[in-house]
């Protein structure tokens, strides 16, 4: 393995490593202000600030190559994703943990990612084989045991 892809792992890995703590800082911050809705448009906001700031300092042109009109619709989805990711996190960690609703974060990502792999969406084509799929089940597997819905809590 290269050394670009393994920083790519330690980065991914470091980055999931965060999400958790994100989620419970966010869940922290909409008990002590007007709820979980706030809390998620307040973490967008610094958000984009940080990125503002990271713009003007790399001197990244603000202005699109391509004029904003001529991009398709469903472009402005991810923006729209990662919105409803933040505001779940924020809504569930509360009642599910931060471990729960991460696995089942996790999952969803898993399930999604090899079918949308599968069949090429918005990218190469990489079939779901047999050791991909057992993967995933293992990832259920996994889910399952953290998640435990067969245990009252």
Known sequence: MNRWA???IVIA???????????L???????QTQGPLYASF???LVG???LGVLLLATRTPLAPGAPVA???AWIWMGGVIGAAFVFAA?????????????CLVVLGQVVASLLLDHFGVLGAQR?????RVLGALLVIIGAALVVRPWHAH
Do not use: E, H, W, Y
């Not at 890995?13 to 989620?23: D, E, F, K, R, Y």
């Not at 924020?90 to 991460?102: D, F, S």
């Open 42 to 44: 307040v973490s967008f």
């Open 127 to 131: 079939p779901a084989d047999l050791v």
């Open 25 to 31: 800082i966010n869940a922290r911050l909409g008990t």
């Open 90 to 102: 924020t809504l569930l960690v509360p009642k599910l943990g931060a471990g729960a609703m991460i």
């Open 48 to 50: 984009t600030c940080v």
């Open 70 to 72: 001529s991009l398709p």
């Open 13 to 23: 890995v470091a980055i999931g490593a965060l999400l958790p703590l994100q989620a």
């Open 6 to 8: 393994s920083l790519g």
